[in-house]
């Protein structure tokens, strides 16, 4: 079983960045499927960036295409999550989530429910 552990959120000016780490430990992330969901107060969680067991395919939100970047560092066994230009609508909790088995190693997910081991999350605010 993963264990994932997020950090890197806090308080940053629009236009600003961030990058959040989702440190793993009990396996290694190069076996699983990774996402990095957010919810924002009275909305839904979201898939922001998917990436796939063998790190080749990725999924991006169209709201946030262009400005974030998912990436894996195998060595240190971390996913990250770089975000530029943020805008105030990035506000919200931010979590990273791993799929332990997945169908294959060019597959990303895009369902939450697909997801079987979660982070605690890390809050992100944008001031405007």
């Known amino acids: 079983q993963v264990q994932l552990v997020e950090s890197g959120g806090g308080l940053v000016q629009a236009g600003g960045s961030l990058r959040l780490s989702c440190a793993a430990s009990g396996r290694t992330i190069g076996n699983c499927a990774m996402g990095w969901f957010r919810q924002a107060p009275g909305k839904e969680r979201e898939l922001v960036a998917a990436?796939?067991?063998?790190?080749?395919?990725?999924y991006y939100a169209d709201s946030v295409k262009g400005r974030f970047t998912i990436s894996r560092d195998s060595s240190k066994n971390t996913v990250y999550l770089q975000m530029n230009s943020l805008k105030p609508e990035d506000t919200a909790i931010y979590y990273c989530?791993?799929?332990?088995?997945?169908?294959?190693?060019?597959?990303?997910?895009?369902?939450?429910?697909?997801?079987?081991?979660w982070g605690q999350g890390t809050q992100v605010t944008v001031s405007s």
């Open positions: 989530a791993a799929v332990q088995r997945p169908y294959n190693s060019g597959y990303f997910y895009t369902q939450a429910s697909s997801y079987d081991v």
């Open positions: 990436l796939s067991r063998g790190g080749g395919t990725f």
